[in-house]
């Protein structure tokens, strides 16, 4: 039993001083976390073949299903780099979309809102079901006083817009702040709906770690991307 122990150190040793690697040097490698190449992999395989026991060789079917494993570990690696690569890729045309958002309005969730460049309002609302009556109310964000509001009647399901287009000359400065609420009335009674606003892109930022590109604008400080739903 040990001449068998002594004999499988003898071909290890043999293996890796034909390979020129100390057996320590490959216990470093091993704990370094290295990974072997084609051609490490093609020259270890070789020399595996030269050292087998001539009385007890390896069967074809062994070294095809080694090859076959390397292989598929070389495939895993070349996809992992071809979707890092895509991944680096997306991220760019995504910079590339959001700083051409620079300077447009974009419809953003928000309850808050301030007159745009011509002194004007424009926003839309979700209804989940067809309303007999949505109103939206204005108020002043610093007072909480009504300011002004729009009845848009009998609403079918789906995105609706609205506008406050006759700002009064003291109210359009784009300093002011308005709080708005919308009003849905169905069947099961009057619901409050959260209400969207089109809002003007300031700037633009990255965030490589999280791969997230974010959006300030004059009603958010930051949106992500990926939230944008319509601009214009």
């Given amino acids: 039993m040990s001449s068998s122990n002594e004999m499988s150190k ?11 690697v100390s057996a320590k040097a490959k216990t470093q490698q091993e704990s370094s976390d ?11 395989m070789t020399t595996q073949m030269q050292n087998q026991d001539p009385f007890s060789p390896m069967e074809n079917a062994d070294f095809v299903a080694q090859m076959a494993q390397f292989s598929t570990v070389t495939g895993i690696e070349q996809v992992n780099n071809t ?4 991944s680096d890729q997306f991220g760019q045309a ?9 300077g447009h309005s974009i419809l953003v969730p928000s309850s ?16 989940p079901q067809s309303s007999s009556n949505v ?11 009504l300011v002004h509001a729009i009845e848009l009647g009998p609403t079918p399901k789906g995105i609706v817009g609205f506008s406050w287009d006759n700002l009064p000359e003291n109210r359009r400065s784009e300093n002011q702040k308005f709080r708005l609420e919308a009003t849905a009335n169905f069947a099961s ?4 709906i959260k209400p969207s606003i089109y809002s003007q892109v300031l700037s633009v930022s990255n965030d ?12 958010l400080e930051e949106l992500d991307l990926s939230q944008v739903t319509k601009f214009r």
């Fill in 83 to 86: 979707l890092a690569n895509l």
């Fill in 94 to 102: 995504r910079i590339a979309t959001a700083a051409s958002l620079l």
């Fill in 189 to 192: 009674g009057e619901h409050i």
């Fill in 135 to 145: 109103t939206v109310n204005f108020m002043d964000a610093d007072t909480d006083e």
């Fill in 112 to 127: 808050i809102a301030n007159p745009d460049e011509n002194g004007q309002i424009h926003g839309a609302i979700d209804l």
């Fill in 208 to 219: 490589a770690e999280n791969n997230s590109v974010g959006l300030n604008t004059s009603a």
């Fill in 10 to 20: 003898v071909q290890g040793t043999s293996i890796y001083d034909n390979l020129g």
């Fill in 34 to 44: 290295q990974v072997l190449g084609q051609k490490d992999f093609l020259k270890l």
